[in-house]
Each structure stands twice: as C-alpha cells, then as structure tokens.
C-alpha cells in the first residue's frame, strides 16, 4: 500500500533530508585517491552520531554497514572494506538517514581524481536522467512517466538502465510501495500529492544484465562494463516535486 505523508512528516522527512545531504558531502570530499572503503563507512557513523540521525542501512536485512559503495563495474550495495580507491575509479556511494521515525535515501557517484571521458560521460548522464525523472513527477502523474523519462534520457545517450533493481517509496520503512522501475513497464498508478519516493536510476555503459557476487549483496554489471547511480528522496507535489535529499 502506498503511504501518503501529512505535512508534518514531510517535515521531518525535509530535516533528515538535509542532515542526509550534509553527510553526502563530506563523503564526496572524502573520496580521493588513497582512502580505504572501510573509512568512508567510519565517517557515515562519526557523521551521523554528530547530527543526530541514524544509519538506516545498518542491519537492514543483514547489510553490515552503514554505507554502500559499489566502485567500477559494481552497480550498487557493496560492502565497504579494505579496498583502496584509485585515481581513475567511478565510486557510487548510497547511504541512508533515519529521524524521528522516518528514512531518507540518496546516492551519488563520483569520479576518483582524474577519470575516463566515458567515466565522465555515464556519471552526468546518470544524473541527467534522474532529473528528467523527477520533472515528471507530479501529482497526477504515473510512476510510468518517471520510468519512461528515465530509460528514454539513458537510452538516447547509449546507455542502459538495470532491469532487476528500482527506486521505491521510502518514509517510515526505508523500503515502501511503489517500486519504481527505471524503465517503462506500462503499469499504471497514479501519482498523488504526500507521496514520498526514492527515484534512483542505475545506469550501465554496456549492457543492462547484472550479477550478484558471492558476498550474496553486492551486485556488478554482467559484462564488467562501468556502472553510476544516483538518488533523490522527492515529495510529491501539486507542482515541482520537492528534493528532500
Ligand atoms: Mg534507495
């Protein structure tokens, strides 16, 4: 069932939003050649314990951190460790905040020092893509036209979208109703203003197939093709939907 929020909990989905965004930009200053995964998760904690919110990503489901970094071909929900970054990776980097009951969820990927034009293209096109996403998503609107913009921006720039993993709605579970699918399904459901989604388009240079490492989470393109991700936390609204992060 979809939950809509009252304008009170929006409130405090704007506030932890905020603190969510905070913590993302010390991590995209953090990430340069040298430092450790296990580090950037540490500064998700110290981060987080300072500002007041909680991991939402520790223990979800068993996840044992409380960021996911996928560098390279790995799409999303790595686990942070003893890998060191490298001038030339592309590290997607998704990490989660709960306040007062309720979650935001946001990603972003970002080039390690100097990276490949091709790099530099799939990130700005990955985001170019959850923007003209989120220009569709207005109250009486389907979750469809988000997809469609999605797959259409990422196609027509020779990208592909992944199949096997969406966006969703997100508020007092990290993971609510409606799964949003970065390509066109057909299916209708119409969009309504209080609804609280993340849109996270996850975008591969090559082919759109994926596979799962032994670790059992994390999930790599099939064809070792590079990888970007990005999220926002959005309300939706009778107008311009609301970024919350
Ligand atoms: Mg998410």
Redesign the pocket.
Known sequence: MVIIKSAEEIVIMRKCGKILAAILDRLRTETRPGIKTSQLDIIVAEESEKRGVVPSFKNYRGFPANLCVSVNDEIVHGIPGERILQEGDIVSL?V?AKLNGFHT???ITVGVGRISKEAEELIAVTEGSLKSGIAQATSGAQIDDISSAIQHYVESKGFSVVREYT??G?GRD??EEPPIPNFATGKSLLLRKGMTL?I?PMVNAGDWRTKLAADQWMVLTADGSLSAHF?H?IAVTDNVAEILV
């Open positions: 998704d989660g969820d946001a990603a966006g969703h997100v990290l993971h993340a996270e999220e936390t």
